[in-house]
C-alpha cells in the first residue's frame, strides 16, 4: 500500500506523543508545529482524535488541550471509556473497576456488585500488589475469567522517561488465571471504525497519524486505513526493522500533515 | 506412564501448599499428617524439597519449617535464589534486582552497577508501579532485554485467599519491552535434575509432590520423573480435566506418602 494510491480526506490523530508529550509534573508540552497543524486539518480537511488515554475523563482531556493551545472540538476525540461502558452495560456485565482515581466516577452509573469481570485502565500509580490481586481474585473466582482493557499498550513516552502502559498489566492478570481479554480501543478495527464513520468517509479516505507502531500504524493498516508513524512521543529508530511498515514515515504531526494536504490539492 | 511402572527410591517434594499453608499475618499452618510424612520419608527413603519460594532465604525457610515441627536438613532445600546468582555470575550480567525485601541481602555481592537485565522475584508488595517501571526503563535501555525470573508461578494459596505469584509480573515486563525470560526454578529441568542428581538417583526412580499442576506435576513429568497431585494448597477441582495429567492424584502428602511407600516394600 502506497500513501499515494488514494487522495487523503479525513485525519485521525493519535494525541500523547504527537500534540503533546505528557510530563509528571506539569501540563506537558507542546511537540513543535502541532498545534498549527491542527489548525490546519480543520480548516483545510476533516479530523478526528483517536486516543487511548484512559487517566484522564474526555472532558479533562478536552480542557487540558485547550490550555496547551489547541483549538478542537470536544466531540472529535474518540477514547475508550465510553466505548468499554457501552460494551459493559449491552452484556450485563458487572466489572470490578481498577482505573486511574482520575476516571473512577466516570464508571459511576455501572453495576459493580458481585462483580463477574475486570475492567482495568491504566492506573498508573494505582497499580499495587495490593490492587491487582484484589482484581486476580475476581477472576479466578468466575468460571470464564474476563478482563476488559482500556487499550493494550506496551509502554507510552513520559518527558522524563518511558512508562509502562496498561497493557502489561492486563497480561500479569491474563497470565495469573488464563483470562479471557477484550480490548477496547485501539488497535481493535471498531474503534477506529467508529472514528471514521463519524467523518462519513471509508477508511480508504482516510490516514491515521501515530507515534505506536502497533496500537496506531498496525491498528489502522488491518482496518484498511493508512498508516503514518511520525518520528515524535515513544518513536524507536529500531521500529525501521519492524514487521509492521508504515505508509509514510514523517519527522512530526506538521511534517505528515504538511506533506499530505500538499497531496490532497494537487 | 503409571506410578507404579517403576520403584520409587527417592521423593522430592514441593514446600507451601504440600507441608504448609501461608498466611500473611503468622507463620502459617501445617497441613495435617505432613509432619509425620516428612518423617517417614527421611526414615524410609530419600527426600529432597524443590520450592520456587523466593520470598525469604534458605535460612529463613529452614528455621520456619523447624518452627512448624518439621525435622529436615538445610542443605536438603533446593531454591532459585542460589541457582539464579550462578547463572547471573557465569554470564556476567548486572542484574536490577526487584525482589522481595527479606531476600535482597542475599544479591549484595551481586555487581549491579550499570545494570544489564532484570531479575525478578516474588515481590509480594514490593511490586509497585514505580518499581515495576523502573525494571522496565532498564529493560529498555538494553538492546537484547534480559528478565531472570525466580520461578514463574501463575499464583499460590494462602489462608486468606489465592495470591498472584511472580510469574504474572514476569509477563508483565515482558510484554512491555519484548524482553527474553530466563527461568530459574520449577518447571525448569535442570531445576528439578540438580536435586535428583544430589540423592545419586536416575529420574525415573524419583517421584515430585506438589500442589502446582503445571510447575510440579508438568515440570517433572518434563523431566522424566513422575508427578503426583495433592489436593491441598492451591489444588483445584478444574485441574481434573487440565491437559496435564498426574502420575496420582493423593488427598494429601501423608496420603501420598503412604501409597507410595506400601507399593516400596511389596
Given amino acids: 500500500m502506497n ?4 487522495p487523503v480526506k479525513g485525519f485521525l490523530l493519535d494525541i500523547t506523543g504527537v500534540l503533546y508529550n505528557s510530563d509528571p509534573n506539569t501540563i506537558g508540552r507542546v511537540i513543535q508545529g502541532s498545534v498549527e497543524a491542527v489548525n490546519r486539518l480543520y480548516a483545510e480537511s476533516t479530523v478526528r482524535f483517536v486516543t487511548n488515554e484512559s487517566t484522564r475523563s474526555r472532558k479533562h482531556l478536552f480542557e487540558k ?5 489547541f483549538t478542537v472540538n470536544e466531540e472529535h476525540i474518540f477514547m475508550p471509556v465510553p466505548e468499554a461502558k457501552r460494551y459493559i452495560k449491552d452484556h450485563n456485565l458487572r466489572p470490578h473497576i481498577l482505573v486511574h482515581k482520575r476516571v473512577r466516577e466516570e464508571f459511576e452509573d455501572l453495576d459493580t456488585n458481585h462483580p463477574n469481570c475486570v ?8 497499580f499495587t500488589y495490593e490492587t491487582m490481586n484484589a482484581a486476580f481474585r475476581v477472576l479466578q473466582k468466575t468460571s ?3 478482563i476488559i482493557t482500556l487499550g493494550c499498550g506496551k509502554f507510552y513516552q513520559r518527558l522524563d522517561g518511558p512508562c509502562m502502559d496498561v ?4 497480561r500479569a492478570l491474563q497470565y495469573a488465571c488464563d483470562a479471557r481479554v477484550i480490548t477496547i480501543g485501539k488497535p481493535e478495527e471498531q474503534f477506529f471504525r467508529n472514528a471514521v464513520d ?5 477508511t480508504n479516505q482516510v490516514v491515521m497519524i501515530g507515534d505506536d507502531i502497533v496500537s496506531d500504524v498496525g491498528g489502522a ?3 484498511g486505513i493508512r498508516g503514518v508513524q511520525v518520528r515524535t512521543g515513544k518513536w524507536r529508530q529500531c521500529w525501521i526493522n519492524h514487521t509492521i511498515k508504515p505508509d509514510l514515515l514523517a519527522d512530526d504531526l506538521q511534517s505528515a500533515v504538511d506533506m499530505l494536504l500538499k497531496k490532497k490539492t494537487n
Fill in 221 to 223: 493498516q488491518k482496518a
Fill in 198 to 202: 463519524d467523518m462519513g468517509l471509508m
Fill in 65 to 69: 488541550l485547550t490550555k496547551l493551545g
Fill in 144 to 146: 470464564d475469567p474476563l
Fill in 167 to 170: 497493557g502489561g498489566f492486563t
Fill in 3 to 6: 500513501i499515494s494510491n488514494n
Fill in 119 to 126: 475492567l482495568l485502565g491504566d492506573a498508573e500509580g494505582g
